[in-house]
């Protein structure tokens, strides 16, 4: 069965019903020491995933590099969100020939003591692959950021919930046909 491509309604819809989760999780919580230990466990692992997902960009344009202007303002926004989700708000640098050594871990995938396991990415031959592939990881990663805006604390549950709707987006771009009539 195909997949459709969402209509915006429903793409704000998403949106707005990841705000409310966050409207309701964790407002009554201070930064207390109690919470900043998992606020600092969530936002680490969220800041891995932003940055296992810019990898996965980075490959993707080193493989195909025509796609370059097409995946480039959507590989920006998640360089801001790696950014953002970082407590120094240091933003990544380009990345157009070096890579990461554990950027193409799953989420989750850790090695011994918690060190990120090394997985290189992996990249389709054909374009049209990469892309689905590329999307598949957007809407995936998304999907898993909503998963934790229950326990994440309030400020944190917000910008998890943005970045999710932003990635919900960029999967919608990816998975649209460039150029085509909505």
Do not use: F
Not at 21 to 31: D, E, I, K, N
Not at 36 to 60: G, I, K, N, Q
């Amino acid at each position: 069965m195909p997949w459709t491509t969402p209509s915006r309604r429903s793409l704000l819809a998403t949106a707005a019903g990841a705000a409310l989760l966050t409207g309701c999780s964790g407002g009554g919580r201070s930064a207390s020491g109690s919470d900043a230990p998992l606020e600092r466990r969530v936002r680490e692992a969220a800041v891995r995933d932003s940055e296992a997902l810019l990898e996965r960009y980075d490959a993707t344009v080193r493989a195909h590099p025509a796609l370059g202007p097409r995946l480039a303002p959507l590989r920006a926004a998640v360089a801001e969100h790696v950014g953002a989700l970082r407590p120094d708000g240091a933003r990544p640098t380009p990345s157009p020939g070096g890579s990461r050594a554990a950027a193409g871990a799953p989420q989750g995938a850790r090695g011994a003591k918690g060190a990120p396991a090394i997985v290189a990415v992996t990249v389709p031959d054909q374009p049209a692959e990469a892309v689905a592939e590329l999307a598949d990881a957007e809407r995936g990663l998304a999907e898993a950021r909503v998963q934790v805006l229950a326990d994440a604390p309030g400020e944190l549950a917000r910008l998890l919930a943005s970045v999710a709707a932003c990635g919900i987006v960029h999967h919608h771009l990816l998975t649209s046909n460039p150029g085509g009539q909505e």
